[in-house]
């Protein structure tokens, strides 16, 4: 067995400079008072089905904003900054809304106010809408308005195992990106209204909080469900993990049966009764990915061309960034992914995934708690210690990348995490808790809406060309015109859509293995 080292030493400047990496950013837009806008989509954004850099997410009022694929971590900043600049200044044209900074939503309605993204009269376009209109039916609307960036990362020359071997490797290591990265400690009571929970009133502004809370988005509160507890999906290969997708978007589900697939008036509650209706529905951490073609289901496609990046889904946006995330973060995310994929990654058990579900929310809702330990191999490993081992590792990964591209952003970057590990007062998830109580008699609201307005401010105060101006607002009309052009090729009644979409044949079959493409790609083909 080759060691580490080895294996780092092994991997060319070629096929490290050949790493690739996308972003995509989910922003809720809100109003001055802090309440969600409840406003369609706006119209200078273009249309949401086809545009390739600024859709939406769940809700009309969720934008999600995307970056091709870039070479470097620079230039993918600046892409995701540019389309910012553009978003902010078609926002300010139209009114007072704002991309909220937090991860955690802004004032919410009552659930059913919540409003669905919209996507027009296609059978596409309408099938997206029903999907989300299930997932409302399923786990409430209030669930999907948490926002967050994903990390899209691919490296040439890795196969299909080599990305399961770094997939089980990242959940076994997540802790540290939550510990390090997260960025939601607190919220708004309007998001748990009417739920269980185990948060503590902070202030008398109607903030909730876990004082060493990381990432309320990714524990107990945030992307859970009942029915999908129940999969203990394994990732110890492409079949496997196939087919567990393949078991959950087939197997009948008696309270989404009881749900309908439409209701007594004949409109749409959902797209199926299965335990997932389709392939996003499914929640977790990072997720294997390929491109697909126009109308293909992504397990088809897996199954078929193999995995061709994985998607970092964990990650909370930052308030105190402009566009949530910073050059030094994903500097550090490119020296772990490789770090997940050169280490040796035994396959997982069940009993491992257990634990890996009980360190999530363990490190969610007290990451910074003194001395807290969690489980490793059935054993308490203090988080700290088990961090710091981690970043001892990284060191030689970060060298090589600088030696590489040139620089020490790496260097500085594992360095920056050490001294966040060792001082947790200065991680993200404490600087809003402590900015909260120091500056806003500890409202989340008044926070994140200050917040919001001051980088909503900086990025139209940047520079911005007329021609930049006009090259966005001609792909705004290039979508619209593209939206169009489906809505008018659509021949099928949406129910025969609908059924044929759903059939389990769209899945696709067990394949032999097949080796995975080099690079990620941008994810702006049309699919529910």
């Known amino acids: 067995m080759k060691t580490l080292q080895q294996r780092l030493e092994s991997l060319s400047p070629e096929r490290l400079n050949g790493m690739r990496r996308g972003l995509e950013k989910e922003s809720l837009r809100a109003q001055p008072d802090a309440k969600l806008a409840l406003t369609p989509h706006p119209a200078a954004l273009g249309s949401a089905l086809t545009h390739p850099h600024i859709t939406t997410d769940y809700s009309e009022s969720q934008l999600e904003l995307i970056t091709g694929v870039h070479p470097s971590v620079d230039s993918c900043l600046a892409e995701l900054t540019e389309v910012h600049q553009y978003t902010v200044r078609s926002l300010q044209a139209q009114g007072d809304e704002r991309l909220w900074a937090s991860s955690m939503p802004c004032g919410l309605p009552t659930d059913e106010t919540i409003p669905l993204g919209r996507y027009g009269s296609s059978n596409v376009g309408r099938a997206k809408s029903v999907y ?7 786990y409430g609307r209030r669930m999907q308005t948490i926002s967050g960036i994903h990390y899209n990362w691919s490296l040439p020359g890795v196969d299909n195992d080599g990305y399961f071997a770094l997939i089980r490797n990242f959940r076994r290591h997540a802790f540290l990106l939550l510990t ?5 400690p607190a919220l ?3 998001f748990v209204e009417g739920r269980q929970h185990e948060l503590q009133p902070l202030g008398t502004s109607g903030a909730l909080h876990m004082p060493h809370g990381t990432s309320l988005r990714m524990g107990k509160l945030g992307y859970q ?3 999908q507890a129940t999969l203990a999906v394994s990732y110890n290969g492409l079949e496997g993990y196939a087919a567990s997708l393949h078991d959950a978007l087939t197997r009948p589900w008696p309270a989404y049966e009881a749900v309908g697939i439409r209701n007594p008036g004949g409109d749409y509650n959902q797209l199926a009764t299965t335990l997932l209706q389709i392939e996003n529905e499914f929640y977790g951490t990072i997720r294997p990915k390929r491109v697909i073609f126009p109308g293909e289901r992504p397990l088809h496609a897996l199954r078929e061309r193999g995995v061709e990046y994985i998607e970092v889904r964990l990650m909370d946006l930052n308030p105190f960034e402009p566009i949530g995330i910073d050059a030094s973060t994903l500097h550090f995310l490119d020296v772990f992914l490789l770090h997940c994929l050169l280490s040796d990654s035994p396959p997982d058990t069940p009993e491992e995934i257990r634990e890996l579900a009980h360190n999530q929310h363990q490190t969610a809702a007290r990451g910074r708690e003194p001395g807290l330990n969690l489980l490793r191999n059935g054993q308490p490993v ?5 961090g710091l081992e981690l970043i001892d590792q990284l060191g030689p990964i970060a060298a090589r990348l600088d030696t590489v591209q040139g620089g020490q ?7 920056r995490a050490r001294a966040g590990l060792q001082a947790p007062d200065t991680l993200p998830s404490a600087r809003v808790l402590a900015t909260m109580h120091a500056q806003h008699n500890d409202s989340f609201l008044s926070f994140v809406g200050q917040q919001s307005q001051q980088i909503h401010q900086g990025l139209l105060d940047l520079p911005w060309s007329e021609r930049q101006q006009a090259r966005y607002e001609a792909m705004a009309q290039q979508s619209v015109a593209d939206q169009k052009a489906i809505e008018a090729a659509d021949s099928l009644p949406f129910e025969v859509y609908r059924q044929e979409y759903v059939s389990p044949h769209r899945l696709g079959k067990p394949r032999p293995a097949v080796a995975a493409g080099a690079a990620v790609r941008s994810a702006s083909v049309v699919t529910p």
């Not at 989300?132 to 399923?138: T, V």
């Not at 390090?180 to 939601?184: E, R």
């Open 132 to 138: 989300r209109m299930g997932l409302g039916h399923r």
């Open 409 to 415: 952003a790496h260097a500085q970057a594992v360095a």
């Open 188 to 190: 708004c009571s309007t």
């Open 225 to 227: 469900s009942d029915a």
């Open 180 to 184: 390090l990265f997260g960025a939601s």
């Open 382 to 386: 203090p988080l700290v210690q088990w």
